[in-house]
């Protein structure tokens, strides 16, 4: 009668739902919105299920009055189908094997369909093993053997789950045959590591392998599921920065929850940690949250910044400002997150404080090279003095600046040396590679040469490099012809002036003197020196 009342009222809701689960199938899937409302619907239609079972079901009890036994045991085994029912019910929301449209965790649908039956058969085991615990206790056998009946149920699903995980793995990779992961492996083996445990009397022990060994395979279906309602299914498989930050907090959340039920023991027994231990642990774990969120979000638009460098104009800037600033974001939140959980935990932070400024006043004092270093870098950063990639000089040294630290720059000459020079020691700094450089290209023509016929020959050249399609964009301005710059006993100086980018004089200049040179063989007038 209890099967056929709940039999009963489940068809009743859902001949009356049924224009509601058409709807959830079709719901729209485009943003974040409708993506939430579409999953919260079908885990709320699928549970309305089973509670129109269970309603059914205890109507019908009520309708019969069985005897005291008989209904202990009728509820007993109605508590068993729910429980199944509702784990049933989590794997469908997260898995949904017969629709990938709306499947949460991505696995393909093989698998899904694998995963989903071993669901249901381990929860049909537990729930069995407990269900025979409870009949028989009802039917006053003695303690022991009642728990020797639990003992199996758990022993059998613990040896199930190592075959679901390997069912699901197989189907995962289909054809392709690769060796477990070892990951796999030890979360195939916590089930029988935990009734090991339990069986030797380490019940605090079992429980805490069981939650942290299942809680990283839970975190990655709750991160995949964040990640999925956020953004939508990822088809590529290629996630982006802001997927993986989502999925990254959904993980953390999940283990964080771990934790908490390690700390507050299993179920029913009095092993846990009090209530101010726990408040204790969970705003030191919030914090740690907290910290590494913020991490992930500063270190995802640096990166992202990095990766535009290469399109934007102030790449090389953003290349030498952009890691120094990770560098500084991550010392910061890693200090404090360390004083807000040692405060959290009754630690006065202010004397620590207090002593960490003599501290470091003392070391300010004793190490004022090192202090003024870091403060000069700091300041010719400021000033965009210099970039990854130019070329400088300062206190005779040249070269290209290839990397920095907090307290030096490193600069790489022409014939390959590495310097390592100190902030501090940089006074003057003379910068190559800004904005545009220039050249002056001397060329002398002997006397008694016409000043007409050399200067059209120089002007023919400099429109050859103009016209030129690889040259043009290496020129700022148009080279100018100066003219006579400067007459000696033997020849009269010519010079053109020319602004390139930096780091291109020499191929201009050479290109420039190779169109000189071939107009004036042609035109048959000598050079000189």
Same mark, same amino acid.
């Given at each position: 009668?209890?099967?056929?009342?709940?039999w009963?009222a489940?068809?009743?809701?859902?001949?009356?739902?049924?224009?509601?689960?058409?709807?959830?199938?079709?719901?729209?899937?485009?943003?974040?919105?409708?993506?939430?409302?579409?999953?919260?619907?079908r885990?709320?239609?699928?549970?309305?299920?089973?509670?129109?079972?269970?309603?059914?079901?205890?109507?019908?009890?009520?309708?019969?009055?069985?005897?005291?036994? +008989?209904?202990?045991?009728?509820?007993?085994?109605?508590?068993?189908?729910?429980?199944?029912?509702?784990?049933?019910?989590?794997?469908?929301?997260?898995?949904?094997?017969?629709?990938?449209?709306?499947?949460?965790?991505?696995?393909?649908?093989?698998?899904?369909?694998?995963?989903?039956?071993?669901?249901?058969?381990?929860?049909?085991?537990?729930?069995?093993?407990?269900?025979?615990?409870?009949?028989?206790?009802?039917?006053?056998?003695?303690?022991?053997?009642a728990?020797?009946?639990?003992?199996?149920?758990?022993?059998?699903?613990?040896?199930?789950?190592?075959?679901?995980?390997?069912?699901?793995?197989?189907?995962?990779?289909?054809?392709?045959?690769?060796?477990?992961?070892?990951?796999?492996?030890?979360?195939?083996?916590?089930?029988?590591?935990?009734?090991?445990?339990?069986?030797?009397?380490?019940?605090?022990?079992?429980?805490?392998?069981?939650?942290?060994?299942?809680?990283?395979?839970?975190?990655?279906a709750?991160?995949?599921?964040?990640? *999925?309602?956020?953004?939508?299914?990822n088809?590529s498989?290629?996630?982006?920065?802001e997927?993986?930050?989502?999925?990254?907090?959904?993980?953390?959340?999940?283990?964080?929850?771990?934790?908490?039920?390690?700390?507050?023991?299993?179920?029913?027994?009095?092993e846990?940690?009090?209530?101010?231990?726990?408040?204790?642990?969970v705003?030191?774990?919030?914090?740690?949250?907290?910290?590494?969120?913020?991490?992930?979000?500063?270190?995802?638009?640096?990166?992202?910044?990095?990766?535009?460098?290469?399109?934007?104009s102030?790449?090389?800037?953003?290349?030498?400002?952009?890691?120094a600033l990770?560098?500084?974001?991550?010392?910061?939140?890693?200090?404090?997150?360390?004083?807000?959980?040692?405060?959290?935990?009754?630690?006065?932070i202010?004397?620590?404080?207090?002593?960490?400024?003599?501290?470091?006043? *003392?070391?300010?004092?004793?190490?004022?090279?090192?202090?003024?270093?870091?403060? +000069?870098?700091?300041?010719?950063?400021?000033?965009?003095?210099?970039?990854?990639?130019?070329?400088?000089?300062?206190?005779?040294?040249?070269?290209?600046?290839?990397?920095?630290?907090?307290?030096?720059?490193?600069?790489?000459?022409?014939s390959?040396?590495?310097?390592?020079?100190?902030?501090?020691?940089?006074?003057?700094?003379?910068?190559?590679?800004?904005?545009?450089?220039?050249?002056?290209?001397p060329?002398?023509?002997?006397?008694?040469?016409?000043?007409?016929?050399?200067?059209?020959?120089?002007?023919?050249?400099?429109?050859?490099?103009?016209?030129?399609?690889?040259? +043009?964009?290496?020129?700022? *301005?148009?080279?100018?012809?100066?003219?006579?710059?400067?007459?000696?006993?033997?020849?009269?100086?010519m010079?053109?002036?020319?602004?390139?980018?930096?780091?291109?004089?020499?191929?201009?200049?050479?290109?420039?003197?190779?169109?000189?040179?071939?107009?004036?063989?042609?035109?048959?007038?000598?050079?000189?020196?």
């Open positions: 009668m209890l099967w056929f009342g709940g009963l489940e068809r009743l809701f859902f001949r009356w739902s049924a224009t509601w689960m058409r709807r959830i199938a079709d719901s729209p899937l485009a943003t974040v919105r409708q993506r939430a409302v579409a999953q919260a619907q885990l709320l239609f699928a549970q309305c299920l089973v509670l129109s079972f269970a309603a059914g079901a205890c109507l019908a009890y009520l309708a019969a009055a069985p005897p005291a036994a +008989a209904g202990i045991m009728a509820l007993d085994v109605l508590l068993a189908i729910v429980a199944v029912r509702s784990a049933r019910v989590l794997g469908r929301f997260l898995l949904a094997p017969g629709g990938p449209r709306l499947r949460l965790v991505a696995l393909p649908t093989n698998a899904a369909w694998r995963a989903q039956h071993g669901v249901t058969v381990v929860a049909l085991t537990l729930a069995a093993g407990l269900l025979w615990s409870a009949l028989l206790r009802l039917a006053g056998a003695g303690a022991a053997v728990d020797a009946s639990t003992s199996l149920g758990l022993l059998l699903a613990a040896i199930l789950t190592p075959a679901v995980v390997c069912a699901v793995v197989l189907a995962r990779h289909g054809a392709d045959r690769h060796p477990p992961r070892p990951a796999i492996v030890a979360l195939a083996l916590v089930p029988i590591t935990a009734w090991l445990l339990a069986q030797a009397c380490l019940s605090a022990v079992a429980w805490a392998a069981l939650v942290m060994g299942l809680a990283p395979a839970l975190a990655l709750l991160g995949d599921a964040a990640r *999925t309602i956020a953004f939508g299914p088809r498989g290629a996630l982006t920065r997927e993986r930050i989502v999925a990254h907090a959904a993980r953390n959340v999940a283990l964080i929850a771990g934790l908490l039920l390690v700390v507050r023991g299993a179920p029913g027994s009095d846990g940690l009090g209530a101010v231990a726990t408040t204790e642990i705003s030191a774990l919030l914090i740690l949250l907290g910290a590494d969120l913020a991490w992930q979000i500063v270190r995802s638009l640096i990166d992202r910044g990095l990766a535009r460098a290469d399109s934007d102030r790449a090389d800037r953003l290349a030498t400002v952009l890691p990770r560098t500084v974001v991550l010392v910061a939140l890693a200090v404090t997150a360390i004083l807000g959980i040692a405060s959290t935990f009754g630690l006065q202010g004397p620590l404080l207090a002593g960490a400024g003599v501290v470091g006043l *003392t070391i300010g004092f004793g190490a004022q090279a090192l202090v003024r270093d870091v403060i +000069a870098g700091f300041f010719l950063l400021l000033d965009d003095a210099f970039r990854v990639g130019e070329t400088i000089e300062s206190g005779g040294l040249q070269g290209r600046v290839e990397a920095f630290s907090l307290r030096s720059v490193r600069l790489r000459d022409d390959g040396h590495m310097h390592t020079v100190a902030f501090g020691e940089l006074k003057a700094v003379t910068n190559f590679s800004r904005d545009w450089a220039g050249l002056e290209v060329i002398y023509v002997p006397h008694g040469v016409p000043y007409e016929a050399a200067a059209g020959v120089i002007t023919a050249a400099i429109a050859a490099v103009e016209a030129d399609e690889a040259l +043009a964009p290496l020129l700022t *301005t148009p080279p100018a012809f100066l003219g006579a710059t400067a007459l000696s006993e033997a020849s009269v100086r010079a053109v002036l020319v602004r390139t980018v930096p780091g291109s004089q020499g191929r201009v200049r050479s290109d420039l003197l190779r169109h000189v040179l071939s107009g004036m063989a042609g035109a048959g007038i000598p050079l000189s020196s």
